[in-house]
């Protein structure tokens, strides 16, 4: 066990000096250690994913708010929404940045997708998603609309520890990101820190950081 926590930490450290990050080291292995009996179910997450991509989509059209508020009540995924998409959903959102936000959740809907191993190549913390990636995710997900009940039955997870790594990863990053906030010092990493925090973010929820379970409340602390 202890070989295989120090070959992690090694990983983990070098991917971290390749995007720029030299001066964060694990210090303690058990941060490492995790239950992964703690995760969300796949199913649930799969129900997120769907949410998160949905909700992306309506910040875009918000003329299909109600059709996409009726897909999800009949595919039974209403209850799975958080206040705060209930608030766009049914139109009470009037702040336009909180609409533009919710555009990017296009970026968490991916990296679940990732996790529950329908995307197979991790993506770059450099940049966000591009267009042949989200072409690649719609193709391998129901469309809007679809009947989702076999679909979110069948997901699997891929390898927890890979994901966990990925969450540590990021966790890391936005530590390196804060503390350049709080000392002042230059950005060297070449690290898209707006993407990097939101799949800390999302990453913490499956995981159940600190035990949250709800979207609104997940915690990203370092």
Same mark, same amino acid.
């Given at each position: 066990? $202890? $070989?295989?926590?120090?070959?992690?930490?090694?990983r983990l450290e070098e991917r971290l000096v390749k995007h720029g990050i030299k001066e964060y080291h694990i210090q303690y292995l058990p941060y490492l250690e995790f239950d992964e009996k703690k995760f969300s179910t796949p199913y649930v997450t799969g129900c997120r994913?769907?949410?998160?991509?949905?909700?992306?989509? $309506?910040?875009?059209?918000?003329d299909d708010r109600e059709a996409i508020t009726k897909w999800l009540k009949r595919e039974e995924l209403l209850s799975h929404v958080s206040p705060d998409e209930r608030e766009l959903l049914e139109g009470k959102l009037k702040n336009e940045q909180k609409i533009i936000d919710f555009s990017w959740q296009r970026e968490c809907a991916y990296i679940l997708a990732w996790a529950l191993n329908l995307i197979k190549e991790t993506p770059t913390p450099t940049e966000q998603v591009n267009d042949q990636q989200l072409d690649d995710f719609m193709n391998v997900i129901p469309a809007l609309g679809e009947e989702l009940g076999d679909f979110l039955n069948e997901l699997n997870y891929r390898d927890t520890t890979e994901i966990y790594d990925e969450n540590l990863f990021h966790e890391l990053a936005t530590t390196y990101f804060r503390d350049l906030m709080f000392n002042g010092k230059k950005d060297n990493s070449?690290?898209?820190?707006?993407?990097?925090?939101?799949?800390?973010? $999302?990453?913490?929820?499956?995981?159940?950081?600190?035990?949250?379970e709800e979207w609104d409340e997940t915690d990203t602390s370092t």
């Amino acid at each position: 066990m $202890t $070989t295989e926590l120090n070959n992690r930490k090694k990983r983990l450290e070098e991917r971290l000096v390749k995007h720029g990050i030299k001066e964060y080291h694990i210090q303690y292995l058990p941060y490492l250690e995790f239950d992964e009996k703690k995760f969300s179910t796949p199913y649930v997450t799969g129900c997120r994913m769907m949410i998160l991509y949905a909700v992306a989509y $309506t910040a875009s059209e918000l003329d299909d708010r109600e059709a996409i508020t009726k897909w999800l009540k009949r595919e039974e995924l209403l209850s799975h929404v958080s206040p705060d998409e209930r608030e766009l959903l049914e139109g009470k959102l009037k702040n336009e940045q909180k609409i533009i936000d919710f555009s990017w959740q296009r970026e968490c809907a991916y990296i679940l997708a990732w996790a529950l191993n329908l995307i197979k190549e991790t993506p770059t913390p450099t940049e966000q998603v591009n267009d042949q990636q989200l072409d690649d995710f719609m193709n391998v997900i129901p469309a809007l609309g679809e009947e989702l009940g076999d679909f979110l039955n069948e997901l699997n997870y891929r390898d927890t520890t890979e994901i966990y790594d990925e969450n540590l990863f990021h966790e890391l990053a936005t530590t390196y990101f804060r503390d350049l906030m709080f000392n002042g010092k230059k950005d060297n990493s070449d690290i898209d820190r707006n993407i990097s925090f939101l799949r800390h973010q $999302t990453l913490n929820w499956l995981r159940r950081f600190m035990d949250i379970e709800e979207w609104d409340e997940t915690d990203t602390s370092t």
